[in-house]
């Protein structure tokens, strides 16, 4: 593999297409440059000039020389010996155009039945998918025109669903399909898809999922296969839901091709434990920078900014107020869905409003990196509750993701927990939820579970949340995690009450979760004249079942990969 000396990026457009890039080859090579550095080259919107709003990942760019000038490309490179890094956009896709993004397209048709509903991270509760496409005036719906079987707004066209396109009145028929056209400015605080910062043209995929990974990834992975890109410059990771496993995917799927991110890292901050090569530059860039500035210009910078503005503040308060400035206007649709998560908190908007703002770095991977929670929380103390909150569905999601198929999850609900909250996320996650109906502690919680079992009755079950010793101690409202199957179990349940509970390795639960109960494993087999009495037995039980727990979590890994 050929690792990249230097680079020269080159802005690919309908105006400097592949053809121009390619006659650029010589000069690079006498440069002394090792790589060219090209913009992003799949399909994207008609007339973009960045190439970042890709609509058909399955070819390259017609505008920009298509397949045709792509090749041309590749063979002047390898004439003056030289190779392609190229930028790949993961995270979102172009919108703006619904009718040139045929996955889109079939959202918009067909709502939460289309196939392609998967590859969007997109809130249905609401109903409708929001389109934040609409100007500002009061009767701007009247503008809509029923056009050969499509909805136009303008020169906007969107796609009718079936059996609407007989209605006569365009309003009618805006009622009727699986989105609603808005005004723009309901998208800070109502978009209910994800998307790129508060760019709505530029609606966010769910790399997450392999067969999205598959189905956006195989035509740039063919470029590699065969050698016309030998690098590649992933464009924010921090927008995917899990970038280390998209990195993973991307890694053993272009075997091992030399990787770099487009990450933003804060000073001092280390990038992840991610299998690339490193950043694409910002932070030495910003090293840089400080070398062309004389500090001694401070002062008279920061007297020039508090006569302008007539407000005095500090680095650390700017920082902080344009933060909540950013969680509370452009982005306040993202917080808004958090905060659905746990609605049981009084005011968790502004309380997630305000984690986000005391954050010390951009993007947060938990738990790896909880110093940088710890931080936040040490500036804003009432966020606790809800910290501890997000931290249990993340616990869930985790360990789900985790799982060897064919297991299930299950939820086991103290009796002093709102039923409503954790229902809701087991409903998503597809697992059960039992509830708690007592309160006991250590051996007496496990002889009550035991009886529970033996009687083949997984439910009721009796949650533990006392005072007791260092393996049973744990407080009411935990929320804890099990297998559930058909037939009696016992799995293991425990938390601890020492600074950390390592579950396996790289996946800790912090001092402030140890109420949480992790309770994944086979069945332990328990004889029906099991001495339930015999504190002895039932810790010798109990040191079977951490066993049992141990090794389901090691066969979980390997099931992994």
Not at 211 to 239: C, K, Q, Y
Not at 398 to 410: A, V
Request: net charge negative; aromatic share 8%.
């Amino acid at each position: 593999m050929t690792h990249p000396v230097s680079t020269y990026r080159v802005q690919v457009s309908p105006a400097f297409d592949l053809h121009a890039t390619a006659r650029l080859a010589g000069y690079l090579a006498r440069l002394g440059v090792s790589h060219l550095y090209a913009s992003p080259l799949l399909t994207s919107t008609t007339g973009s000039m960045h190439g970042y709003d890709v609509t058909d990942h399955r070819t390259a760019d017609p505008q920009r020389g298509g397949e045709e000038g792509r090749l041309v490309l590749a063979e002047a490179l390898r004439e003056h010996g030289l190779s392609m890094v190229l930028d790949l956009v993961p995270n979102h896709m172009g919108v703006a155009a619904a009718a040139e993004n045929a996955a889109w397209w079939d959202v918009l048709r067909l709502g939460v039945q289309s196939a392609y509903n998967r590859w969007f991270d997109i809130d249905w509760s609401r109903g409708r998918l929001l389109l934040p496409v609409l100007g500002d005036g009061p009767d701007e719906l009247s503008r809509l025109r029923v056009v050969d079987g499509e909805l136009h707004y303008y020169d906007t066209r969107f796609p009718l669903a079936t059996g609407t396109e007989s209605l006569d009145d365009p309003i009618k028929v805006h009622e009727h399909q699986h989105y609603e056209l808005v005004s723009w400015r309901r998208a800070a605080a109502e978009q209910n898809y994800r998307r790129f910062f508060a760019i709505s043209d530029l609606a966010g995929l769910r790399q997450e999922d392999p067969s999205v990974f598959d189905a956006t990834h195989a035509e740039v992975l063919r470029w590699v296969a065969v050698g016309d890109v030998t690098g590649l410059r992933i464009d924010h990771p921090d927008g995917l839901t899990d970038p280390a496993g998209y990195l993973e995917r991307l890694r053993r799927a272009s075997n091992g091709t030399w990787t770099v991110v487009e990450k933003i890292l804060e000073p001092g901050e280390r990038l992840p434990d991610w299998p690339v090569a490193g950043t694409s530059g910002y932070d030495a860039m910003a090293e840089v920078d400080g070398v062309l500035v004389d500090p001694a210009g401070e002062g008279a910078f920061t007297a020039l900014d508090e006569r302008l503005t007539g407000v005095g503040t500090s680095w650390p308060d700017l920082v902080h107020d344009c933060k909540l400035d950013v969680a509370t206007g452009m982005l306040h649709a993202e917080v808004r869905r958090l905060a659905a998560l746990a609605v049981e908190i009084p005011a968790v908007e502004e309380e997630l409003a305000e984690l986000l703002a005391c954050f010390p770095v951009y993007r947060s991977f938990l738990p790896v990196g909880l110093e940088h929670l710890d931080a936040a929380l040490a500036k804003w103390p009432s966020l606790l509750p809800c910290y501890w909150h997000q931290h249990e569905l993340f616990c869930a999601r985790y360990l789900l993701l985790q799982m060897p198929r064919g297991l299930k999850l299950g939820f086991l609900v103290s009796p002093s927990v709102d039923g409503e909250v954790p229902t809701m996320i087991a409903t998503r996650l597809g697992a059960h939820v039992i509830r708690g109906s007592s309160t006991h502690t250590g051996a007496r919680a496990l002889r009550d579970y035991y009886q529970l079992l033996v009687k083949d009755q997984v439910s009721p079950v009796i949650t533990p949340d006392g005072p007791s010793g260092p393996r049973f101690r744990f407080k009411p409202g935990a929320i804890m995690l099990a297998q559930i199957s058909g037939r009696p179990m016992l799995p293991m349940a425990y938390a601890a009450s020492s600074a950390w509970l390592v579950a396996w390795d790289k996946f800790v639960i912090p001092r402030p979760f140890a109420r949480i109960a992790i309770a994944i494993g086979e069945p332990v087999s328990v004889a029906r004249d099991f001495p339930i009495s015999d504190e002895a037995a039932l810790q010798a039980l109990q040191a079977q079942m951490e066993r049992s727990l141990h090794e389901q979590f090691r066969l979980a890994r390997a099931a992994l990969g």
